[in-house]
Structure formats: C-alpha cells, structure tokens
C-alpha cells in the first residue's frame, strides 16, 4: 500500500499563488488514480483535482478549473498541486488520496488512501 504526505500549505494574499507537494512512499504514485480534495470549516470535503498518469488524463472542478494545475514528479515520487490566482473561498484543509482502481473519480468514496492534509488560508 502507499502512505501519503501532504506539505506547502500555507497563508497568502489573494491573486498568490502555493504548490502543495503530495510525497508517495511505499508504492509509486503512478501506480494509483491520484486526487486532492478539499475542506472548508463547516462544509463537506470536495473534489479538487484528478491525474491518471497512464494517459496522462487530468480532471478539475470547475471551481479550480484554469487556476490549478495537477503534476507529478516521478524521481521524487511526489504529485503536486499549483495553485494560482488563489481566492478567499479556497481557503481549507487540503489532502491528496490516492484510488487503486482505474478511471478518474470525484468521489470520496473512491479513494482508497489518504495524507493528513495540509491548512491553505487565503486572505482577502
């Protein structure tokens, strides 16, 4: 199995931009569906963002969609979220979760294993 480890949260201004680092050990991080999801106090977590490095698919959430972008890094065996032109309402506790079986997935539910989270707070 993999353990996951999220790190690179942070607190920024508007307009900032963060990358948060996923570090996959146990496994390669190209062997799973790998994501990030987010929760803000007092709502459900939610979908972020999704790769598939097989044919190299990514997927967003319209809320993130041109802002952020999902990446990996093979040698360090890390997969990274770029977050640019951050937003007040991106303000969460971020974590990367990795899903085993095949085809991207938004839902929680499909992910299989999960990192500790990180805090990005985005102020105004």
């Known amino acids: 199995q993999v353990q996951l480890a999220e790190s690179g949260g942070g607190l920024v201004q508007a307009g900032d931009s963060l990358r948060l680092s996923c570090a996959a050990s146990g496994r390669s991080f190209r062997e799973y569906i790998m994501g990030w999801f987010r929760q803000a106090p007092g709502k459900e977590r939610e979908f972020v963002a999704a790769?598939?490095?097989?044919?190299?698919?990514?997927f967003y959430a319209d809320s993130v969609e041109g802002r952020f972008t999902i990446s990996g890094d093979n040698d360090k065996n890390t997969v990274y979220l770029q977050m640019d032109n951050l937003k007040p309402e991106d303000t969460a506790i971020y974590y990367c979760?990795?899903?085993?079986?095949?085809?991207?997935?938004?839902?929680?539910?499909?992910?299989?294993?999960w990192g500790q989270g990180t805090q990005v707070t985005v102020s105004s």
């Open positions: 790769a598939s490095w097989g044919d190299s698919s990514t």
């Open positions: 979760a990795a899903d085993e079986a095949w085809g991207l997935s938004t839902s929680m539910g499909a992910y299989d294993y």
